[in-house]
């Protein structure tokens, strides 16, 4: 009823009721005449919103606090919720589905079927620089996943989320902008920084679904801080090394300087021998705990202490069997300060007490000191419609099983050992990347490529790989001609092919011979017309793509058919072309 009916009807009946000479049924007849003449005027309309239509302005946010410790993270670790800093921006879009027309027919209607929620907002993770994002998490959904890695410049990349949008990732860097969707929605734009040291993640007009409420999102990554004292800061792919560790905590958090700790020595020589050892770690700075209960986890971990030396400065050592007995310090009684006592108990008195060390690390019933990985024997292509074995070892069951690509599925998604299955489907094309991660946390990943694809072309004088290449194709030519040619008397063409994952590098190296005697002097490719590709920093030392001990016998040419016996050592080594190829449907 809308208020011109209401006010009619009220008219209405005061006027029925006295002109009956006030009968309460001549009231009841003004009411419905004033109602109606009422409701002419002003016509029924809703006085509330259509019926399941939302109502922005209510969104609820799970974590947006001021003052609350940023999280720090060193190996790989998973940031199971961030600090929300800004949001904006909230929109919803209607669903529609087609509809039977029913019984009468008809064929299709729209319906309205819901509401779909629309967000901006920024979530702070963690203190940077982060070396590589790995999987992002809606809730316990994987929305993304894969090797995200801190770029040179610029410390920011953007994704896509599955079923969400786009997510810029921020690994603070100290060279990462300020974003420029947000300084486009204040006031004034000089107040949006770009919170440069901090990891954060800026999410640009995402979905949050069904309902009107930012997300959780949790994010996997890898942080690995470099020092100059030890170039071991890794261990395996996805740890850090312990005396690393040790070393983050006290100059970094605690800012003690460099010159107390003993990093050329101590901290180096341990850091090695961790290594060797493979006893990485990672940690989550989560809480406001004193950092010495961290060094104490972390040293009850390796089994080391640290103490203070006489130099003044910080040393850690190990607890391991490394200890010349006769090398240890002694002492007697004429060196003590004070006069020995010996006092002797009765045996009432007497504790039996037992001491026990651990020496190896046990997690719940793995009895293996080693992070799990991904077989090199595994196949490096599979056939459309067909299934191959994939393997891992050190692996702690359960193992949980997935698999990025097109087609590509496996039998099972968890196993209580390191095989199982993988099936390639008709449809199966281009590359599978598989992720297995074990009850430890350890992930393991590994590439393989369907036999329903083929290399595409995607850059050349570029060096995408690095690593030991295997020799394609070999040809060896007698040369004659005017400069730059004369005075050579052949030369080889060498083809070597680097294949990792989804990518190929091939490199054409070209090997010039003489037939004068070789002074020592190493001809120039310049002088022979060869400019060579920008990555390649030296004229006589191939990339790292090429196994190194080819360059290290100059008498080749010699021993090669179709080439004159005579020719003398090796005056030239170019590599005249590469290009970098990807493997695709």
């Known amino acids: 009823m809308s208020t011109g009916m209401i006010i009619g009807g009220i008219v209405g009946a005061v006027i029925g009721f006295v002109v009956s000479g006030y009968n309460p049924y001549g009231a009841y007849i003004g009411f419905t005449i004033g109602a109606g003449a009422g409701a002419l005027i002003d016509p029924i309309a809703a006085d509330m919103p259509v019926p399941g239509q939302p109502e922005l302005g209510n969104l609820n946010i799970s974590t947006s606090d001021e003052g609350v410790p940023i999280k720090d993270v060193l190996g790989t670790t998973k940031i199971a919720s961030g600090n929300i800093i800004w949001h904006c921006c909230q929109r919803v879009v209607e669903e529609t589905e087609e509809a039977d027309g029913g019984k009468g027919g008809g064929g299709t209607q729209t319906v309205h079927a819901g509401w779909e929620y629309f967000v901006s907002w920024a979530l702070g993770l963690c203190m940077g620089p982060v070396d590589t994002l790995y999987t992002v998490y809606n ?11 801190c770029p040179a410049t610029g410390g920011e990349e953007t994704i896509v989320l599955e079923g969400m949008g786009s997510m810029t990732f921020y690994f603070g860097t100290n060279d990462q902008v300020a974003n420029t969707t947000i300084s486009s929605e204040l006031a004034d734009s000089t107040l949006n920084t770009p919170y440069r040291y901090l990891c954060w993640a800026f999410f640009d007009d995402c979905s949050t679904g069904v309902r009107e409420c930012i997300p959780t999102m949790k994010f996997v990554l890898k942080k690995s801080p470099v020092f100059a004292f030890n170039a071991n800061e890794v261990v395996g792919i996805y740890d850090y090394n312990p005396a690393h ?12 300087p460099i010159a107390y700790l003993d990093g050329a020595s101590s901290f180096s020589d341990q850091a090695d021998t961790l290594l060797t050892e493979e006893r990485g770690i990672s940690v989550l700075f989560g809480s406001q705990i004193s950092a010495m209960s961290y060094i104490e986890s972390i040293l009850g971990h390796i089994d080391g202490i640290i103490r203070w030396g006489n130099d003044g ?16 310090p002694s002492f007697n009684e004429n060196q003590m300060l004070d006069t020995l006592k010996m006092e002797r108990r009765s045996w009432y008195d007497t504790l039996n007490e037992v001491k026990v060390q651990y020496t190896e690390r046990i997690y719940q019933g793995c009895i293996d000191t080693f992070a799990m990985t991904y077989d090199s024997s595994n196949p490096e292509t599979i056939d459309p419609d ?53 009850s430890l946390g350890d992930m393991a990943t590994g590439d393989i490529r369907s036999t329903a694809g083929g290399w595409v072309l995607k850059s050349t004088d570029v060096c995408e790989l690095s690593g030991d290449a295997e020799l394609e194709s070999f040809e060896c030519i007698q040369i004659s001609g005017p400069p730059p040619l004369a005075g050579w008397t052949c030369y080889r063409d060498w083809t070597y092919t680097l ?23 190493t001809a120039d490719c310049d002088e022979i017309g060869y400019s060579l590709p920008n990555c390649i920093d030296s004229t006589h030392n191939p990339p790292e793509i090429v196994a190194k001990d080819f360059y290290t016998d100059y008498n080749l040419c010699s021993f090669s058919e179709g080439c004159d016996e005579s020719c003398f050592p090796t005056q030239a080594v170019c590599v005249y072309e590469l290009s970098y190829w990807e493997w695709e449907c």
Do not use: M
Not at 314 to 327: G, M, N, S, T, Y
Not at 411 to 426: M, P
């Open 139 to 149: 809730g316990d959904d994987v929305v993304w996943s894969g090797e995200l890695n």
């Open 245 to 256: 560790a040790i070393y983050y905590i006290l100059n970094t958090l605690l800012e003690i």
């Open 313 to 328: 400065k910080f040393h850690p050592k190990l607890i391991r069997a490394d200890e010349v007995v006769e090398d240890l």
């Open 386 to 438: 067909s299934t191959e074995t994939i393997t891992v070892s050190h692996e702690c069951p359960p193992v949980t099983w997935g698999v990025i690509g097109v087609g590509f599925s496996f039998a099972e998604t968890t196993t209580e050992g390191g095989s199982n299955t993988l099936i390639a489907d008709a449809t199966a094309c281009g590359l599978a990347t598989i992720i297995v991660t074990d």
């Open 499 to 521: 294949i990792s994952g989804k990518g190929k590098q091939v490199q054409k190296t070209r090997q010039f011979c003489r037939e004068q005697d070789w002074d020592g002097n």
